[in-house]
C-alpha cells in the first residue's frame, strides 16, 4: 500500500496517516520511511498509532540504538527518575501524578534545545508518543537550523565555519532544573562536549548550524561577551517564524524529529490539564 503523505509547513514536517506502526517494518519500508523522514527536513509525524510501549521500542530500533538500551549509554543521570520503570529506553515527559509522584518531567522542553546535545555523540532521533494531551495547547515547535544556515551571508557562513561550541549539561541544570533533583555526576565531563557550530548531516550531507540555547555556554575560545551577541543572533535568525513548524497534538501521534538538524520547544501553557507522552531518543553519531 503506498504511504499517504502530507506536507505540514512548505518546508518542514510530513505526515503520514495510513500507516501502522505497531506491525513489524521490515527493511524496505524502514528504509522508505527514513527517506520521507529526512526528505521533510527530520520531522515526521504519524497519526493514530495504538502503540504498546514495546511496539514503541521497537520501532524507534528500526533507526539506530537506544540511550538507556541494554549495553548502551543512558540518559542524563538527573532524568533517571522519570525513565519508566520497566522500560529503560523509555523517558517520560509528563505533569501527572501516581502514588504521590510525578510519573515523568513536568513541562520538559520549554526551552529551546537539542536533545542530549551535551554528549559526545547526541541523538540522532527523538521519537515522542502523546499517551494523553490537552484539549487545547503544550505544542512542540520545531526550528530548522538548515534554513537558518541557508539563510546567513558567505562571510558569515565562512566566520563560523571552523568554531567550536562548548555544550554543557550544566548550562541547563542551573536554568530548566531545580537545584535538588541535579544529580551532581552529571555536571562534569561526560557532558561538557565541544561540537563544531556548522554541522554536515551524515546522511543528507546538508550543511546546518548545531547550537542551542538549553546547552551551549559558549564559542570555544572566545569570551562570553564575544559569543554571546553572536548566539543570540544566530538562536532569533533561527527561530524566525518562517523556518518553524509548530505541532498540535493529537493523542496517539507519533512524531520522529532529527536532533541533528533541528531545535525544538515544549510549549508549556496548558495549566494543570494532563499531558503524558513516553519518549526514546537514538543515540546518533559524533557531529561533524
Ligand atoms: C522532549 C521534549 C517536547 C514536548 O521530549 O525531548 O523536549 O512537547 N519534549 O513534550
Ligand atoms: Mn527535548
Known sequence: ????????????????????????????????????????????????????????IAFSCNFGPLFGAPGEDRLQDTVGRYIHPKYPEIYRVSNKIKNGQLIGRERAGAYWHSDVSFRQRPAAASILYAHEVPAVGGDTMFADMARAYDALSEPMQQMLAPLR????????????YSAQIVVTDDLESGNQPFHPVVRTHAETVCKSLFINPGFVSHFDGFERAESG????????LATRPEFIYRHRW????????????????????YGEEPRYMGRTTVIGDTPA
Open 1 to 56: 500500500m503506498a504511504i499517504t503523505l502530507k506536507k505540514l509547513s512548505p518546508n518542514l514536517g510530513a505526515e503520514i496517516t495510513n500507516l501502522n506502526l505497531g506491525n513489524s517494518l521490515g527493511a524496505e519500508l524502514t528504509a522508505e520511511i527514513r527517506q520521507i523522514w529526512l526528505d521533510a527536513g527530520g520531522l515526521l509525524v504519524f497519526r493514530d498509532q495504538v502503540l504498546t510501549t514495546s511496539q514503541h
Open 250 to 269: 493529537q493523542e496517539r501521534d507519533l512524531v520522529m524529529w532529527d536532533n541533528r538538524s533541528l531545535m525544538h520547544y515544549a510549549v508549556a501553557d
Open 165 to 176: 561550541a562548548h555544550h554543557d549539561f550544566s548550562v541547563a541544570a542551573a536554568s530548566q
Open 229 to 236: 551577541p553572536l548566539l543570540d543572533f544566530l538562536y532569533t
